[in-house]
């Protein structure tokens, strides 16, 4: 049967150092029966060792049964398989809540993003994957120009959206990413210049 | 209960087995023996391709997979698509290894499976042959498979070859004992060896199985035989000799292409055998599982027993599937634990409890 350590201790053993007492000669004599150093007459018992061969057949099977229920709630219940056959999926594919494609900027409805172009995302980055480009608007503020973002760099650690104060990028939900050319995978991630 | 006849009455009398003794009474023997063989070969070959399948999608949906969906239907064809390119795959031979040993080794599980399925009671007369002594021979020829093991690994010149085959000859030299004395505790309640025999003593309702005919001590004696026959299979949780994350797929390590798929198949067909034979021993092999009402009787009895066998042997198939994607690998030192101070004592004791029960008369 499968056992835990845990149960071959007898409770006077534990607070000993495991490994230091002399009563520890590897990992077999943990599962003898009824062998410990300690009173031994009385462990050598033939009750003793019946009753200690029995509780472990008993807990044994026990646990046992109780990991073969787990696998079987699995087998009967197929609506718990997570499994995606992609190609064949592909229109109805739903990606994963936590799944990370590549950075993306958030926009609203008329194309304008939350961006101020502060740069504390390009200075997170690890790789140096962002360039936040910034430019002028007709007031002499300073807004964002381009938002330079290189996939091919990135490791998808998701530093960059943490470090923004505004909450204008995260994390996309695409995973069709692959491109023959890598200039392909350096984007430009604001639609529109300027900020709110 | 109608009692089928214990005598054998051979030659039996099928379609195939009368048109041949129609057309060639000469040569008839012959004729139908080598066609008897061959269908079984048949079986042989077929059984695993749809045995690996099983198992990859009951291990599947095990883990909340899908398992094999692209070729055919649900993957049906997979396992004969991975063997038909095991079949093209190069054969290697490790420099310095045996080379005569070295391919006899994977032949011998293959024949040792094939051998113990001739004496398989499939139907009331669909088996090839019904030694006296079938307990016996079981046990004589499933030492071949960890002959062929032992010399897989013996041959192959590597180091984990080797161990792989000194540890699944010491855990299956410890567990045939076990499991000879399950079947010698069968050969006790039944008063018979052949294979045949046991099933027909299994005669009557379900409770007439041995499983459940001996009270308690029945069933406690097929948990025993699932956990010692699991050993003896060399499967998870006893899959030591294998032990890929231990020793890189063990006595198997050297083999390729079409060796290697000699093994693979083998160890399923071992399953089937395995499973088949505790079908016999405890679920009544080929009777109906009869319950006791008359009616319902009768439409079981009306599916032909081969049908029954068959469903019986999936079933236990299925259970050993169960174990293996449940349960840990066992360490080597806690699996000798477990059959020489666990299993052992109490197969004694439960010899000798049986014992005490047939004197008394205990039986259902
Ligand atoms: S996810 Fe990480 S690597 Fe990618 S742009 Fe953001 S900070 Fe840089
Ligand atoms: S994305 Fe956020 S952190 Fe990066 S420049 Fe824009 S506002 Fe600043």
């Given amino acids: 049967m499968i056992q835990t350590r845990q149960d071959e201790h007898n409770p006077a053993e534990l607070d000993k150092p495991p490994y230091s007492s002399k009563s520890y000669s590897g990992d077999s004599r943990h599962l003898r029966l009824g062998a410990d150093d300690s009173d031994r007459g009385a462990k050598n018992s033939v009750i003793y060792s019946c009753g200690r061969y029995l509780q472990k057949v008993a807990t044994g099977l026990n646990s046992l049964f109780s990991g073969m229920g787990v696998t079987i709630r699995y087998f009967v219940n197929p609506g718990r398989i997570i499994t995606q056959q992609y190609p064949e999926n592909r229109e109805s594919l739903r990606m994963m809540e936590r799944f990370r494609g590549h950075v993306v900027m958030i926009h609203d409805e008329n194309d304008h993003h939350r961006c101020t172009g502060c740069g504390i995302c390009e200075k997170a980055c690890p790789n140096g994957t962002i360039s936040v480009l910034t430019t002028k608007d007709r007031a002499g503020r300073k807004v964002l120009g381009r938002y330079i973002y290189r996939f091919s760099q990135c490791t998808l650690c998701n530093l960059c959206i943490e470090s923004c104060p505004f909450g204008a990028i995260t994390m996309g939900r695409d995973f069709e990413l692959a491109v023959y050319d890598r200039q392909l995978l350096t984007f430009i991630l604001n639609k529109t210049q300027g900020g709110i | ?364």
């Fill in chain 2, 1 to 364: 209960m109608n009692q089928l006849p214990t005598d054998t009455n051979y030659p039996v009398h099928n379609i195939v087995g009368d048109l041949v003794r129609h057309h060639f009474p000469g040569v008839a023997g012959y004729v139908n023996g080598f066609l008897t063989l061959a269908s079984l070969l048949l079986l042989v070959a077929l059984l695993p391709v749809f045995l690996i399948w099983l198992e990859r999608k009951v291990a599947a949906h095990f883990q909340a997979r899908l398992g094999p969906m692209r070729v055919g239907y649900h993957g049906l064809l997979q396992s004969t698509a991975d063997g038909l390119k095991l079949l093209f795959k190069e054969v290697l031979m490790p420099k310095g290894a045996d080379r005569f040993v070295f391919f006899l080794a994977p032949i011998l599980p293959a024949s040792a499976a094939f051998l113990v399925m001739t004496i398989l009671p499939f139907d009331h007369h669909l088996q090839v042959a019904d030694p006296a002594g079938g307990v016996i021979y079981v046990l004589g020829i499933s030492g071949l498979s960890t002959l062929g093991i032992l010399m897989a690994g013996w041959a192959s010149n590597n180091k984990y070859s080797l161990l792989g085959a000194m540890r699944s000859g010491a855990q299956m030299i410890s567990f045939e004992i076990s499991l000879a004395l399950i079947m010698l505790l069968i050969v006790m309640v039944t008063g018979t060896s052949s294979l045949r025999g046991i099933v027909l003593s299994q005669q009557g309702t379900i409770l007439d199985w041995w499983i459940f005919k001996l009270p308690v001590l029945g069933l406690v004696a097929f948990m025993m035989y699932m956990i010692s026959s699991t050993a003896e299979l060399n499967r998870a949780p006893f899959d030591i000799s294998e032990a890929e994350s231990e020793l890189t797929g063990g006595f198997a390590t050297e083999y390729s292409g079409i060796s290697f798929s000699m093994f693979f198949f083998a160890e399923f067909v071992n399953m089937f055998v395995s499973a088949g034979l505790a079908a016999t021993f405890f679920l009544g092999g080929f009777l109906a599982p009869q319950i006791g009402i008359g009616l319902i009787d009768m439409v079981l009895n009306f599916i032909p027993g081969f049908v029954w066998f068959f469903c019986k042997t999936v079933l236990v198939i299925f259970l050993y599937m169960w174990f293996r994607w449940t349960f840990p690998r066992l360490r080597i030192d806690q699996l000798m634990d477990l059959e020489w101070k666990m299993l052992l004592p109490a197969n004694l004791v439960l010899l000798m409890v049986t014992g005490v029960f047939l004197a008394v008369g205990w039986i259902l």
